[in-house]
């Protein structure tokens, strides 16, 4: 059995481990070499593989079983059984409805595997599927430039404008100096044509961001003459204030 990468291997093992409430530890990892298993609970099976370097994947050489231990009845906790892990085995359920409880997660993953997982690392396990699905939250405020440019492209007459911190901080790969964003403000020219119509008021309100990186989305919003609200812009700022 060959996997394309050590990562695809080890998923494979904790997957088993896991399924089969036969908890393992590794007892040699090399990511160039090989990598073996045994079983934690004492009995003689073990899995072994070895880095194919012409064929660049990790193939199982050898297997000793069965298990001889006592017990296959599921434990209270599981060591294979971490938020990675979960996060691959709820990565549809999240994909699909990223509005997901996570204690409607915590009922699923009981079902399938037998273990109640307690709430924080369900909740780690999403973060972890989120992250996987839409990136993580500085590769998304990374984008925030491109989209921008984009929607501009697209809808011609959009305004936007970004003003950066003053201070600037290491790529993580290249070590480059890369500006620190501080706000965020944009308008479209559909927002711009309709205050003609609106009463010379404009409201501003924001709601605060519940993620990673804290801060408030704001809205400048006018009133019509049947008095509706009429979106005016928008911005993303480190507060109100």
């Known amino acids: 059995m060959r996997f394309d990468t050590l990562k695809k291997l080890k998923f494979f093992l904790m997957d088993h481990a896991v399924r089969h409430h036969r908890p393992f530890k590794v007892t040699h990892s ?3 070499v090989r990598y073996t298993v045994v079983c934690k609970q004492g009995c003689g099976w073990s899995v072994n593989a070895r880095h194919e370097k012409w064929m660049k994947a990790w193939k199982i050489t050898s297997v000793h079983q069965p298990h001889t231990c006592a017990s296959t009845e599921t434990m209270h906790c599981h060591p294979q059984n971490t938020a990675k892990y ?4 709820i990565a549809g359920f999240v994909a699909a409805d990223p509005d997901v409880t996570v204690k409607v997660l915590v009922q699923t993953i009981f079902g399938y595997t037998g273990y109640r997982v307690n709430y924080s690392k369900v909740w780690r396990a999403k973060q972890h599927v989120l992250e996987l699905v839409f990136g993580d ?3 998304a405020y990374n984008l925030i430039p491109r989209i921008l440019n984009a929607i501009t492209h697209y809808n011609p007459g959009t305004k ?3 003003c950066r911190d003053g201070r600037t901080i290491p790529h993580p790969t290249t070590g480059d100096p ?5 706000r965020v403000f944009w308008c479209f ?3 711009v044509k309709s205050y003609e119509y609106c009463h010379s008021l404009i409201l501003v309100d924001a709601t605060f961001l519940t993620g990673k990186c804290k801060g408030v989305l704001m809205m400048a919003t006018a009133v019509d003459p049947k008095g509706q609200l009429v979106p005016m812009a928008f911005g993303l700022a480190e507060g109100e204030n």
């Open 178 to 182: 890369m500006w620190v964003m501080k």
């Open 137 to 139: 939250w500085k590769e």
């Open 160 to 162: 936007w404008t970004i």
């Open 86 to 89: 979960l996060g691959h085995r």
């Open 189 to 191: 020219p559909q927002c």
């Open 30 to 32: 090399d990511a160039k």
